[in-house]
């Protein structure tokens, strides 16, 4: 809706619509929304139709690959090693977009042209994007922020409180940008829209699938129940999961993103997750 309101020529295709090859024809941007599930079968199918060598691969999914741990930008790079990737992330509730309400979001890339040409694609005075030169940085943020919203959302579910929420989505941050260290990220994007933003928007919202995740496991309900009723995907239960894998493999301190996995695995309840986050050794507020 953003680029056609800007006047350009949009198709979209779904696997339960169109023919993938008609809708590829000649584009100079493929944006991929897909959920993380789905990135690789459909950069697959991409692969075999013919596109011009300047064409833009934009990423807006939020997820980690199960089998290798790659972002989804890492994935579009690799099947498509001389196209320039752009990852588009920021805090961007999807249904408050579609209702126009104003935004901002942070298109990265290694290669500045293609951010700064994605960048004029979706800007109005609805929308501001803002360039950026690190993707992987803006992409973890948007990924590991997932994480936290679902323990944020079990944190109101629970009623604790304000200073527990800050408390939560402060040393979120702090282990967000840990993490996002030892991948390799810049810091300073994580205190942008795309890292401190995108979580304070994911943590606050019911609109938030992550965050509804946390609130109904707070509620008494089971993940099964909980996700059967979801609409649509919570990106944060799969990469809870990676996260665990690579966190464990790198020897990278966790704390939250471990309650939340053994929450999600059924082997705590809420609140003694909530326990087992207050109760550790008291240590120094830095220490990345
Ligand atoms: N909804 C938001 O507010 C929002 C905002 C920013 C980013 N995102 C990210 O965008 C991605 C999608 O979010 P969503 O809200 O649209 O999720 P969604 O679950 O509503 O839609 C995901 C779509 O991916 C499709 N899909 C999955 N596997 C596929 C495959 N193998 N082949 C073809 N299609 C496949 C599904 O059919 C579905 O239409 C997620 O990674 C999410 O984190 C969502
Ligand atoms: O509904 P969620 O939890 O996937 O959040 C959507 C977006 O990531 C918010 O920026």
Request: net charge neutral; aromatic share 6%.
């Amino acid at each position: 809706n953003l680029a056609a309101a800007n006047g350009h020529q949009v198709r979209v295709w779904s696997r339960q619509g169109s023919q993938i090859e008609a809708v590829l024809k000649d584009v100079q941007i493929v944006l991929s929304a897909i959920s993380m599930i789905g990135v690789r079968d459909v950069a697959s199918q991409v692969q075999s139709f013919p596109l011009s060598p300047e064409t833009i691969f934009v990423t807006a999914t939020k997820g980690l690959d199960p089998q290798t741990t790659c972002t989804p930008s890492q994935i579009w790079q690799q099947i498509f090693p001389n196209h320039p990737v752009v990852v588009l992330s920021g805090p961007n509730l999807s249904k408050e977009i579609q209702m126009q309400l104003p935004a901002a979001t942070v298109v990265a890339s290694n290669i500045p042209t293609a951010a700064e040409v994605v960048q004029l694609v979706f800007s109005s005075h609805r929308f501001r994007v803002y360039t950026n030169p690190d993707p992987l940085g803006v992409e973890l943020g948007g990924t590991l922020k997932n994480v936290i919203a679902i323990a944020a959302g079990v944190c109101d579910g629970l009623q604790l409180g304000t200073n527990a929420k800050a408390a939560l989505v402060t040393r979120g941050l702090t282990e967000m940008v840990r993490i996002g260290n030892n991948w390799g990220a810049k810091m300073e994007t994580f205190y942008g829209l795309s890292g401190l933003g995108d979580l304070l928007a994911t943590c606050n919202s019911p609109l938030s699938r992550n965050y509804q995740v946390g609130y109904q496991l707070a509620g008494g309900k089971s993940l099964t129940e909980t996700l059967a009723n979801l609409q649509g995907t919570a990106e944060g239960v799969n990469t809870c999961r990676v996260l665990m894998q690579r966190a464990k493999q790198q020897n990278i301190a966790v704390p939250i993103t471990e309650q939340v996995y053994r929450l999600l695995q059924g082997e705590i309840t809420p609140r003694q997750a909530l326990d087992e986050l207050m109760l550790r050794d008291i240590k120094p507020e830095y220490n990345y």
